[in-house]
């Protein structure tokens, strides 16, 4: 325990000098503002801004983006309730309560109360973080490339069950950013694969042209093509404060919120929308007045905001502590360690205890900034709905380019940019989810090295897979998984056969 304590006084150590502080505001400024401006979303965001993370040192690059993607989830709620817009996926489900409250003329509440909620959820998992990542990190160190390979493989099938849409597009998405990640120089014979001849894709398909193309130049591309709104209508916000009785409703609601949340960020492929439509689900299934639900219920606001709150820092405790990322989101996070060198996994805690500790601090300062960005500035967010799109997307275009450049000072990786800009707006065309192909160009090339360190240990023998307990056990929650995917597929082709 007294460790414990010196490791959390170590993180504030680091977390309150001035510019990693000063980077924790950005970042969760930042993060609210892209929360309350529907279309962009963090992920986005996250992309756009990860070329300046090359300048910081690499715990403030990770304080800031860590700031801007559980800023997100708070700036959503915003305007979920004041205006029925979210901000953010993860935030539709608020709509539902949130704004019938705001037009019962309990705006204040209803916004506290997600505050609060994301707070509770926040200071509760980072906590969780800080005690146990170094265990799990210890766990983590008994893992060999079987077993990595297959925790791989599981968190590969869990972002194709989990995607949006059809389940063959997301395999599909997945089997390409693998492939992408094969692009380059084989590591083992110093072959060159799927280059084309070009001498930029030598070293491999650059991760900050691929993901600012996938997600900024296609945003502004679908962005562009949508036709302007009519400005929404704000609801004012009067008595801010929630009462007594509203804050003895919502308790259960936010324990029982931060539990599912975390569960659902730890688990590899979930995020913050599905724990927030499954907080939502479970408190209406356990409420003795599930009428009230959708009729402006408090606990209806407080079960998804704390559940996405905690998912999004949940998400860390698997990046942190094994070195997979479970989405997207934490990819990006894997890609700016990479930019300064840091190879992703368990000896992170105690090889980069300044990094891994002041992140954690961070997070209790960016849950208390996010409190004071969100409540009192509530005004300024909702005027961002008011900013035309056209005055946003040309210098959306301008960093994206000018950050891909100056990273290698390369105008091919701008030209790749451009590329995968058309690839990614293809895309959301198709309605193909480009998040699992991030997934897949950072596992990729992981599972690729750990498969081929396997073979080698057990000299061609595939059966180490099933033979080591760990590895095992990984395969058959990935066939679990697929399997319950599968069957009511097969159930509706049997009965649509029994039919005919």
């Known amino acids: 325990m007294s460790d414990l304590f010196q490791n ?4 504030f150590a680091v977390a309150l000098t001035w510019q990693n502080l000063g980077l924790c505001l950005f970042g969760c400024a930042v993060g ?12 986005t965001t996250m992309a756009l801004i990860l070329p300046i993370t090359f300048w910081l040192s690499p715990v403030g690059a990770l304080i800031m983006l860590a700031g801007v993607f559980y800023g997100a989830q708070y700036g959503g709620s915003t305007t979920a309730i004041l205006v029925k817009i979210p901000g953010e996926t993860s935030s539709v489900v608020t ?49 060999q490339s079987a077993d990595y390979v297959s925790v791989m493989l599981l968190g590969l099938v869990s972002a194709v069950v989990l995607a949006h849409g059809s389940l063959l597009k997301a395999i599909g998405m997945i089997v390409l950013g693998v492939l992408f990640g094969s692009v380059g120089t084989d ?16 070293d491999g398909i650059g991760f900050v042209p691929l993901s600012m193309g996938l997600f900024g130049l296609a945003e502004i591309m679908i962005n562009l093509e949508e036709k302007t709104q009519a400005r929404p209508a704000v609801l004012r916000v009067r008595e801010l404060m929630p009462s007594r009785a509203d804050l003895l409703r919502c308790l259960p609601a936010m324990i029982r919120g931060t539990a599912v949340g975390t569960a659902f960020g730890i688990l590899p492929g979930g995020g913050p929308t599905i724990a927030a439509f499954s907080a939502y689900s479970l408190e209406k299934k356990v409420s003795r007045t599930p009428e009230r639900f959708g009729q402006g219920a408090i606990e209806g606001v407080a079960a998804p905001e704390t559940a996405n709150n905690a998912a999004a820092q949940a998400c860390f405790i698997p990046m942190l502590s094994l070195g997979v990322p479970p989405n997207a989101l934490m990819a990006l996070m894997i890609g700016a360690m990479m930019v300064h060198g840091i190879t992703p996994g368990p000896e992170i805690i105690t090889k980069q205890p300044v990094l891994f500790w002041g992140l954690i601090a961070s997070m209790w300062i960016g849950n208390a900034v996010l409190v004071v960005l969100n409540l009192p500035l509530i005004g300024l967010w909702v005027r961002l709905l008011h900013l035309p799109y056209g005055y946003l997307f040309p210098s959306i275009l301008v960093f994206c380019c000018i950050g891909t450049y100056t990273l290698n000072s390369s105008p091919a990786e701008v030209l790749i940019m451009t590329a995968f800009g058309v690839v990614g707006y293809v895309f959301r ?5 480009p998040a699992p192909l991030l997934l897949g160009l950072v596992l990729g090339p992981m599972l690729e090295e750990n498969f081929r360190r396997a073979m080698v240990l057990s000299g061609g023998d595939w059966s180490i897979f099933v033979t080591r307990p760990l590895s095992l056990g990984f395969l058959l929650a990935a066939a679990g998984l697929l399997v319950a995917v599968a069957l009511p597929a097969i159930r509706k082709g049997r009965e649509e056969a029994f039919r005919e």
């Not at 609210?32 to 992920?43: D, E, F, R």
């Not at 019938?100 to 200071?123: C, E, N, V, W, Y």
């Not at 065309?429 to 989810?433: I, S």
């Open 8 to 11: 959390i006084a170590l993180g």
């Open 32 to 43: 609210t503002a892209i929360g309350v401006l529907p279309g962009i979303g963090p992920l």
């Open 95 to 143: 709509i539902l309560d949130g704004h019938a409250m705001a037009k019962q003329g309990r705006a204040g509440p209803a916004l506290a109360i997600a505050a609060l909620g994301s707070l509770f959820a926040g200071t509760v998992v980072t906590l969780l973080i800080a005690v146990a990542g170094p265990p799990l990190a210890g766990v983590a160190l008994m893992f």
């Open 187 to 202: 590591v083992s014979t110093g072959d060159y694969r799927m280059t084309g001849g070009l001498d930029v894709l030598f």
């Open 429 to 433: 065309k198709l309605d193909c989810e």
